[in-house]
């Protein structure tokens, strides 16, 4: 990682991905999305690009979950 301006920027697509989790872990899903969507362009290994993929979906669909019973009361 190489530091600009007192941040740490990635260079690698694993780099990328390490950055995701730390986003995600901190309920930072926004970034989180787009570092691991960074990671899969990136990626020249399908598994790790796969992987960040399934990340992105995770939060999607965490995201986007609806508890139907708590909205009817």
Known sequence: ????????????????????????????????INAFLSAAELAEDEALKAKAMASVALIQEINGFVNADLMNP
């Open 1 to 32: 990682m190489e530091d600009v301006n007192n941040t740490m920027t990635p260079g690698s697509a694993s780099e990328w991905y390490d950055l995701g989790v730390f986003y995600r872990r901190n309920a930072r899903f926004g970034d989180a």
